[in-house]
């Protein structure tokens, strides 16, 4: 997702403006500028000069702002549609392969450690297989007939996308129960830590993009 779907273009988006949209990005302009008050018609592009600082720095800390405050119901729908793209569907791609190598590695390395989950990389590759056939899926099938709240047509399968929203979900489950909620024992090493601490992530977002495109983006599109 570019700055400017949130913020506008930050050569003309002022201060004021962006304030008068989300307050607490009042906290982030002081932080760099204390005496921001004074500078309420100054675009963002030129506070980040005063302040010495890389317009993509503040810019980024401006939209990680707005995007907290902003409730994701209310985001319109190539702003979400950029969102699940961008921020969901290429960090998942990206970063099952590692998550699918650690698996692999905690497997071959600790084969002999009772604790270690059996067929815990298959159970990944399950994974990274039905999300990868399914984001490509549905970003043909379903979500480039939503772009600019464009009615998609009645075949677009939605119910589908659910139903195997459904099976991921089981999914996660199963590798919920092989790691014990992604708990490691006390044995394990950094790369065990840090293979269960990533697949924990990869199930928030998962789980978080689910209920993003079941509850908030497919229903504006069933009647």
């Given at each position: 997702?570019?700055?400017?779907?949130?913020?506008?273009?930050?050569?003309?988006?002022?201060?004021?403006?962006?304030?008068?949209?989300?307050?607490?990005?009042?906290?982030?302009?002081?932080?760099?500028?204390?005496?921001?008050?004074?500078?309420?018609?100054?675009?963002?592009?030129?506070v980040a000069s005063l302040a010495d600082v890389e317009p993509k720095q503040l810019c980024q800390e401006l939209f990680d702002t707005v995007m907290?405050?902003?409730?994701?119901?209310?985001?319109?729908?190539?702003?979400?549609?950029?969102?699940?793209?961008?921020?969901?569907?290429?960090?998942?791609?990206?970063?099952?392969?590692?998550?699918?190598?650690?698996?692999?590695?905690?497997?071959?390395?600790?084969?002999?450690?009772?604790?270690?989950?059996?067929?815990?990389?298959?159970?990944?590759?399950?994974?990274?297989?039905?999300?990868?056939?399914?984001?490509?899926?549905?970003?043909?099938?379903?979500?480039?007939?939503?772009?600019?709240?464009?009615?998609?047509?009645?075949?677009?399968?939605?119910?589908?996308?659910?139903?195997?929203?459904?099976?991921?979900?089981?999914?996660?489950?199963?590798?919920?129960?092989?790691?014990?909620?992604?708990?490691?024992?006390?044995?394990?090493?950094?790369?065990?830590?840090?293979?269960?601490?990533?697949?924990?992530?990869?199930?928030?977002?998962?789980?978080?993009?689910?209920?993003?495109?079941?509850?908030?983006?497919?229903?504006?599109?069933?009647?």
């Amino acid at each position: 997702m570019n700055y400017q779907d949130i913020l506008g273009n930050c050569s003309e988006t002022t201060v004021s403006q962006l304030v008068s949209r989300c307050p607490q990005t009042l906290d982030v302009f002081r932080k760099y500028v204390p005496e921001i008050e004074t500078h309420r018609q100054t675009p963002v592009d030129m506070v980040a000069s005063l302040a010495d600082v890389e317009p993509k720095q503040l810019c980024q800390e401006l939209f990680d702002t707005v995007m907290e405050q902003t409730p994701i119901e209310d985001l319109e729908t190539d702003v979400l549609l950029e969102l699940i793209l961008k921020r969901y569907d290429a960090r998942h791609l990206e970063k099952l392969p590692e998550i699918h190598r650690l698996a692999r590695k905690i497997e071959a390395v600790h084969r002999a450690n009772p604790e270690v989950p059996k067929g815990i990389t298959l159970a990944i590759k399950k994974l990274e297989y039905m999300l990868a056939d399914h984001i490509e899926r549905e970003n043909d099938y379903v979500l480039k007939r939503m772009e600019h709240d464009q009615p998609p047509s009645p075949d677009t399968p939605i119910a589908q996308m659910n139903e195997e929203h459904s099976l991921i979900k089981t999914q996660l489950k199963k590798l919920r129960h092989m790691t014990r909620n992604y708990r490691t024992p006390e044995s394990a090493c950094r790369s065990w830590q840090r293979f269960y601490d990533e697949l924990k992530s990869l199930d928030f977002r998962l789980s978080e993009q689910m209920y993003l495109e079941r509850d908030v983006l497919f229903p504006r599109f069933q009647f």
